[in-house]
């Protein structure tokens, strides 16, 4: 089975914090995504990667960056962080070219 | 336009009832459609998917219902039970593994 895992579960951060989240996967995937969930929106993408070193932005990267420097590894950053991006972040991956998408089970941050 | 519209928001079935959910596309490229389950404290996980060259997938009790000229799909949940309560989510995107637009979400209950 297809694991991606998110390195935490919950984070409370402090505004105009660096937040980093960080993303695993064992599957030697080449896609990668970073989503947002929020009641009422459903899942919002913020970046994608379609290979190391690569990224896309998605509908909402205002206040976003990635790192992708590792294929089995995504970091979503928040460069100062605010109280608007308080939010569930979710992980995804799939192979090159093809889906479905596996999500991580993702991380709960509040930012205070 | 990239919109997955989803209906209704929330959903209260008794227990061995049909639970029907409905999405609407606007993209005619689109060519991959999946629904996606979660549980709470849990990412989404894929329950089914459908192309559009065919009307209709059924796996056990769910069944995707495809309509292309109407550009709309639905989930249909047969003798839907406690343990389906969990928040559905329809999406739509490419084979070739593109990001995936979702809907916002339905909340399901089915009550005992």
């Known amino acids: 089975d297809v694991k991606v895992t998110q390195s935490s579960r919950y984070l409370v951060k402090r505004t105009g914090e660096k937040v980093f989240l960080e993303c695993v996967q064992d599957?030697?995937?080449?896609?990668m995504f970073w989503y947002r969930q929020d009641p009422g929106l459903g899942l919002r993408l913020i970046y994608f990667?379609?290979?190391?070193?690569?990224?896309e932005k998605g509908d909402i990267p205002e206040g976003y960056s990635v790192s992708r420097e590792k294929k089995e590894r995504f970091s979503l950053i928040l460069e100062s962080a605010s109280t608007n991006q308080t939010s569930m972040y979710l992980c995804?991956?799939?192979?090159?070219?093809?889906?479905?998408?596996?999500f991580g089970d993702g991380t709960r941050l509040s930012i205070l | 336009q990239q919109q997955v519209k989803q209906s209704p928001q929330s959903l209260i079935v008794q227990k061995g009832g049909i639970s029907i959910i409905n999405c609407a596309y606007e993209n005619t490229a689109f060519d991959y459609f999946p629904w996606y389950q979660q549980f709470p404290g849990k990412g989404p996980a894929l329950l089914i998917a459908?192309?559009?060259?065919?009307s209709e997938k059924k796996e056990g009790r769910f069944t995707i219902s495809f309509n292309k000229s109407a550009k709309q799909f639905s989930l249909h949940i047969m003798d839907s039970q406690p343990g389906d309560s969990a928040t559905y989510f329809c999406a739509a995107g490419n084979q070739a593994g593109t990001a995936l637009i979702f809907g916002k979400g339905t909340t399901l209950s089915v009550s005992s």
């Open positions: 459908i192309r559009p060259d065919v």
């Open positions: 599957m030697d995937h080449e896609n």
């Open positions: 990667s379609y290979d190391v070193k690569m990224k």
């Open positions: 995804a991956s799939s192979i090159k070219g093809s889906q479905p998408q596996h």
